[in-house]
Nanobody, 126 residues
Framework: QVQLVESGGGSVQAGGSLSLSCAASGVTASINTMAWFRQALGKEREGVACIYIDNSAAAYADSVKGRFTISQDNSKNTLYLQIHSLKPEDTAMYYC???????????????????WGQGTQVTVSS
């Protein structure tokens, strides 16, 4: 089993930046892909970024390319998401996810992830 705990969300003004973290614990050696998803109120969940643990290859959804950066610190078993130039439409609950399977496509995470965190809220005001 793998446990994921997100942190770093908050309320910011448009144009600002935020850094989210996801601490992983448990059988983390089995994980090959980690990702960030978001879900706005009344909308479907959207995969925004993913990263392969072995080589840090990353992919992003078109909607966030150039503004979001996913990274990892294997020594701390922590995943990060840096968000720049925040927009009101970035307002959502952000979730960290992990899976044993390689689930990074050319435009972000693909398929169904096994492990999920509880989410951290990001609210962007105009």
């Amino acid at each position: 089993q793998v446990q994921l705990v997100e942190s770093g969300g908050g309320s910011v003004q448009a144009g600002g930046s935020l850094s989210l973290s996801c601490a992983a614990s448990g059988v983390t050696a089995s994980i090959n892909t980690m990702a960030w998803f978001r879900q706005a109120l009344g909308k479907e969940r959207e995969g925004v970024a993913c990263i392969y643990i072995d080589n840090s290859a990353a992919a992003y959804a078109d909607s966030v390319k150039g503004r979001f950066t996913i990274s990892q610190d294997n020594s701390k078993n922590t995943l990060y998401l840096q968000i720049h130039s925040l927009k009101p439409e970035d307002t959502a609950m952000y979730y960290c996810a992990a899976d044993r399977v390689f689930r990074c496509g050319s435009s972000g995470p693909v398929g169904s992830f096994t492990y999920w965190g509880q989410g951290t809220q990001v609210t962007v005001s105009s």
